[in-house]
């Protein structure tokens, strides 16, 4: 029995020992600093910060409650009001990972004063700088389905992979009236437009009731939306469609869109409740919402 026990201990300790040691293969490149809030004075402690810090252990009764009792500035790590913490600071790259869910936005802290640079996108979605991710002194935000994997405390001197040449990017608004063709003189050579908005009942179809070729955008049979006008890279592809859809005065709507991708709520815009399969659903002709319901949809492509 003791023999037994002696053996179980022995290899419960190796694993232990493997296991640490794989996690600082991970982050080998990390180190930590304790910092203390002595007599809930503020303190800083001197250190390079630029590659992100997060809080590893706390040390205190008091919370340390980060942008509250701990935080970073431009001297190091400050703490205050009785913290006291183990920080782990990174002296590399350091990949996060950000997720939208639900179409919704989300930020995921991190001090990203080394740089930051999507380094694969995971989502469906796709992830556009400044319009569905961002970066901003204390993390990075997400939106509207956008799922990636950001490289951060990259420095301004570190080896990034090559990137595609910066799109120039647009938004026109173009609207068939009393269901005639109209055309929306824009510069489209070497470029792609995708339907960014339908804002009318009519549905906006490709090469059906909108188009575009080399003299700009077209619209007819009273589809009316907004474009996104994308140069620079003509291999881009489809992006979501945001249509909106109301019912006025409780009655039944029906706004057709192509509904083969699947459709999401985005955003409600009254105060009455859009249930889906109660006051809002879909088929394979279109979105329709019933009983007051006011809502963007989106529209998978």
Avoid: H
């Amino acid at each position: 029995m003791k023999t037994w026990l002696s053996l179980a201990l022995m290899a419960g300790f190796t694993g232990a020992q493997m296991l640490f040691v794989s996690t600082e293969t991970v982050a080998q490149s990390d180190r930590t600093i304790t910092c203390e809030s002595q007599n809930n004075r503020y303190t800083t402690c001197a250190t390079d910060t630029s590659g992100g810090v997060t809080l590893q252990r706390q040390l205190s009764d008091a919370r340390c409650v980060e942008n509250r009792t701990w935080g970073v500035n431009d001297q190091g790590i400050w703490v205050d009001r009785g913290c006291r913490a183990v920080f782990r600071i990174a002296t590399g790259p350091t990949t996060l990972t950000c997720r939208s869910l639900n179409f919704k936005y989300q930020f995921c802290q991190i001090d990203t004063r080394g740089g930051v640079r999507l380094a694969r996108q995971i989502s469906d979605t796709r992830c556009i700088e400044n319009r569905t991710w961002g970066v901003e002194k204390q993390g990075i935000w997400v939106d509207k389905g956008c799922a990636g994997e950001f490289l951060v405390g990259i420095g301004s001197g570190s080896p990034s992979s090559p990137q595609p040449p910066a799109q120039q990017e647009q938004v026109v608004r173009c609207e068939s009236t009393n269901n005639r063709r109209v055309d929306c003189p824009i510069n489209t050579r070497q470029a792609t437009v995708t339907l960014r908005r339908q804002l009318s009942g009519a549905a906006c179809l490709q090469n059906r009731t909108w188009g575009y070729d080399n003299r700009g955008i077209w619209v007819t049979s009273g589809c009316r939306g907004e474009f996104l006008v994308a140069k620079g890279n003509t291999d881009i592809p489809p992006t979501d469609v945001l249509v909106v859809c109301r019912s006025r005065n409780g009655t039944y709507v029906r706004c057709p869109a192509n509904t083969r991708r699947g459709v999401l709520l985005q955003r409600q815009l009254t105060n009455r409740p859009c249930r889906q399969n109660q006051t809002w659903g879909f088929d394979n002709q279109g979105i329709w919402v019933t009983q007051g319901c006011e809502a963007e949809f989106l529209v998978r492509k």
